[in-house]
Nanobody
Framework: DVQLQASGGGLVQAGGSLRLSCAAS????????IGWFRQAPGKEREGISC????????YYADNMKGRFTVSRDNAKNTMYLQMNKMKPEDTAVYYC?????????????????WGQGTLVTVSS
């Protein structure tokens, strides 16, 4: 079965950095696109970024550019989201997801499999 397990969340201070991990099983991350999403309290889930399977090309939502970086380690079958200069409005549950086919972008409907998410809280 396809499984995704996000980890690395916690409490960070505004201006700090945090690196989230997403361990994959049941598939290899180099064969599937990986997307990162988040959902803040009282808000809809929004896309952050994705990394393509074939060429490692990346895509970032317009409001996510500049501070977040997505990557993957094929040897560890793990994907990452590096978050820098964090702001209180970054507080949310962060999710990783993948799709069965070749896709690009962070539209929620494009993704087929989702992890449970990890909570990130940014103090002000």
């Amino acid at each position: 079965d396809v499984q995704l397990q996000a980890s690395g969340g916690g409490l960070v201070q505004a201006g700090g950095s945090l690196r989230l991990s997403c361990a994959a099983s049941g598939f290899t991350v180099d064969d599937h696109p990986i997307g990162w999403f988040r959902q803040a309290p009282g808000k809809e889930r929004e896309g952050i970024s994705c990394i393509s399977a074939r060429d490692d090309g990346t895509y970032y939502a317009d409001n996510m550019k500049g501070r977040f970086t997505v990557s993957r380690d094929n040897a560890k079958n793990t994907m990452y989201l590096q978050m820098n200069k964090m702001k209180p409005e970054d507080t949310a549950v962060y999710y990783c997801a993948t799709a069965a086919g070749g896709i690009r972008g962070v539209g929620i409907s494009l993704y087929d499999y989702w992890g449970q998410g990890t909570l990130v809280t940014v103090s002000s």
